[in-house]
């Protein structure tokens, strides 16, 4: 079983919709979140990182993190056609140099 | 400032052939990661390197697969001899290191077909 798991697999929200994508983890060592996004035909790409409890909000993206029941979320506001990609939740281990476990990633489709 | 570079971009190869995948990482970065993708597996860690040196390898990648860094702004993965299920992305990424949550920066990837 992955110790990162995201849902949905799958999302698709019409332009300017708002897109939710969520995460989970089945390990509290866990510190350190992260969302990655790739386009097709390239490799990933961070977003954000959270670290601690509450919202991070970087322009029309948001992130939150609950650290006790090890749930991090993504929200997109506004989604453009240019957010339709495969988002990835990441997390990385206290004492682990820097190491990422990922999630199996949602991917996006934002409808014109 | 120059990404990640990654070399080449698609490979096919025979099954039995060795082949050699090349990554050059973000010029001062210290940490040089290799991963596999694929649909079903998703992104698998194969290697992780800190200052050149091998800090992980992958565990069930060990067998067929090398990764080495000469030096600070080369690394190579060895495939040796490749699978029909060796067919992946192979993911190159680099990060400045120096803790725990450093960002990690991927380059394109090398899409690799073993016939």
């Known amino acids: 079983q992955q110790k990162v798991q995201q849902s949905p697999e799958s999302l698709s929200v019409p332009e300017g919709g708002m897109a939710s994508l969520n995460c989970t983890s089945s390990d509290h060592n866990f510190q350190y979140f992260w969302w990655y996004r790739q386009h097709s035909g390239e490799g990933p790409k961070a977003l954000m990182?959270?670290?601690?409890?509450g919202d991070k909000k970087e322009g029309r993206f948001t992130a939150h993190l609950n650290k006790a029941s090890l749930h991090v979320s993504l929200h997109i506001r506004d989604s453009q056609p240019s957010d339709s990609a495969l988002y990835f939740c990441?997390?990385?281990?206290?004492?682990?140099?820097?190491?990422?476990?990922f999630g199996a990633g949602t991917r996006l489709a934002v409808c014109p | 400032d120059a990404g990640v570079t990654q070399t080449p971009r698609h490979e096919v190869a025979e099954k039995g052939q060795t082949i050699i995948l090349k990554c050059e990482p973000v010029s001062g970065h210290n940490d040089l990661f290799w991963y596999r993708q694929t649909k079903i597996q998703g992104l698998e860690l194969l290697s992780y390197f800190r200052s050149k040196s091998l800090m992980e390898d992958g565990g069930a990648f060990k067998d067929r697969f090398k990764a080495e860094m000469l030096n600070s702004s080369f690394s190579t993965l060895k495939i040796q001899p490749t699978e029909p299920k060796d067919s992946a992305v192979y993911l190159c990424a680099s990060s400045l290191g120096g803790n725990n949550y450093a960002e990690q920066f991927f380059g394109p990837g090398t899409r690799l077909t073993v016939l």
């Open positions: 990182s959270i670290f601690s409890d």
């Open positions: 990441a997390a990385s281990l206290s004492g682990s140099f820097n190491k990422l476990t």
